[in-house]
């Protein structure tokens, strides 16, 4: 027997609320990785909104007099497996945090993609409240993303790109680093130092 729309809104919903719960975890981690402040200060404070839309989520499910349960969510847990690898890397400082860039915008990206439709078939569906609510945090998913592309675009991919020539000039004469107000160096004009595994 087919089933309906209906049933593919819950299974959807089930599948984001997995995938919150999986960004909880992960985000820390991608915090953790970040050399800029800034960046850093951008995941965290996307771990709390997100802290938020896992909540939201199972306001959705009441709403619509569901059981809060959730779907292992495969597409977000690949994003973040490969969000793993990159910490593996031994990237420099900024071209660390360009790539976690690139891998939270990733992540943005599908959760966009996911609540996109379930803001569409909420409204299909007469699902008013439901939609009201998972509006909000598609607008907070799309904040976080411009977020993300201000950061980028605001420095970061200049500094990653200007530490590679930088690298490629070295010859043996290195500036001394300067030390930052978190201990760590800055690292532009030389070599990043090897970072610790985690
Ligand atoms: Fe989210
Ligand atoms: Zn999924
Ligand atoms: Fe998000």
Redesign the pocket.
Known sequence: MSKPLEDAFIDELR??YD?EKQLVKALPKLAKGATSEELRDAFESHLEETRGQVTRLEQVFAALGEKVRGKH????AGIIEEGASILEEDFDEPTMDACLIAAGQRAEHYEMA?YGTLVAWAKALGRDEAAELLEQTLEEEKAADKKLSGLAEGGINDEAANSQIDNAQIDGERPQPRATARGRTTSTTRRAPARSRR
């Open positions: 599948d984001t995938a969510c495969d597409g977000i996911a």
